[in-house]
């Protein structure tokens, strides 16, 4: 099912996983390389030393890769299922500000993606994203095994 940004956008800002843990899609790229996301620091999800609790944060790395990879594919004819298959997070820092997260799928991603889905019919590929706060200091990181498979019934076209 192909999406407009926008509508992933309003879709992704009424998710009740994301909403109640105040996780804000910010922008999306139109062909979709990119997403930005802000994890507010507010009172719904301090912990006891008043900075973002660690689930919100690792909350906020889980689907954006999946969904720009789906979309892409998506807008280019291709119907595949795409998910977060595993993931590592290393707190660096506490989060005492609103935290920025940029997703990206580069072009080697996208290749690399078009030749395991054509070969093998899925493909499985470490991701990486941080989280930065308001002065610029990461203060998460995490790696993230996104899998996509064709949909049942449908091989690669590319």
């Known amino acids: 099912m192909k999406f407009r ?6 879709m992704l800002s009424l998710f009740p996983p994301l909403l109640f843990s105040r996780v ?4 999306i790229a139109n062909d979709f390389s990119w997403a930005e996301i802000r ?12 900075t973002i609790f660690g689930g919100t944060i690792f909350s906020a790395f889980d689907p954006f890769h999946a969904i720009l990879f789906w979309q892409i594919f998506a807008h280019r ?6 998910w977060l298959k595993s993931a590592s997070i290393d707190y660096k820092k506490p989060a005492a500000s609103d935290l920025l997260i940029r997703f990206e799928i580069t072009a080697d991603d996208m ?8 070969s093998d019919g ?6 990486t994203a ?5 002065s610029g ?16 019934g449908h091989s690669a076209n590319f």
């Open 5 to 10: 940004p926008w509508q992933i956008k309003w």
């Open 24 to 27: 804000q899609v910010m922008a």
């Open 39 to 50: 994890v507010k620091h507010s009172i719904f999800n301090k912990n006891l030393q008043k």
């Open 77 to 82: 004819g291709q119907k595949l299922e795409a």
């Open 111 to 118: 290749l690399a993606a078009e030749a395991g889905l054509k």
């Open 122 to 127: 899925k493909f499985e590929r470490w991701m």
């Open 130 to 134: 941080q989280a930065i706060d308001k």
């Open 137 to 152: 200091n990461i203060c998460a990181e995490a790696r993230l095994l996104v899998y996509l498979r064709n949909f049942k």
